[in-house]
């Protein structure tokens, strides 16, 4: 299991941002926040708007909630917003088979129609969320700050380039591991030891999903 990184202080809440037309009932959610309930520390898993700006403002807003030293992690597209928020924050962060390269992902979606399942909001994708994206791009990572879990398998997401990109981060592979990073109750205590916190191996699974009151 990876040690904690050497910080000044350990992580004094958790943000989890999850993917593009997910949501707060994901399961990755779920597990992140009954992983911080057992620690008795504060987790937000705000559910996020399909436009990229607005997203962003409010996973802000919920991260000014989170004390003066917050871990922030996200799966996804919401991986990119955690890598946003970490660079214009400097914070620690964990991302999830996160999406490097959304503007040149989303361009081959404009005009195409979703349905949110969690919140039954139906939307289309327009140019402007492309150009939300494009401003909201750091110009560069700082490897060190991040814990990089990646699925060798990812149907959705080429691992290679998120791989290119938080290249030297402390990074996990799962072989075999797809887009939706079933196995991340495995995960949790290396995500908490990122933020400084301990979580027992095992403490956490996915028969507790159904504990959770969210």
Known sequence: MLSAPKRGSSASGVLYLHGFNSGVGSPKAALLRLACKALGLRCETPQLPHRPAAAYRLAEARLGELGPNPLVA??????FLATCLAERHDLPAV??????RPVRLVTGWVDEVFVNTHTGERFAIESSHIDE???LTPLSVS????LLLLGTADESLDPADAFDLYRGART???PGGDHAFGMLAEY???ILAHG???LEPGRISDQDLDMDDA
């Open 188 to 190: 949790l205590p290396a």
């Open 133 to 135: 994206l494009a401003s």
């Open 172 to 174: 996990i592979l799962h």
């Open 196 to 198: 400084g916190h301990r």
């Open 143 to 146: 490897p060190e700050r991040y």
């Open 95 to 100: 991302v999830i088979n996160p999406a490097v």
């Open 74 to 79: 996200g799966s996804s597209m919401g991986g």
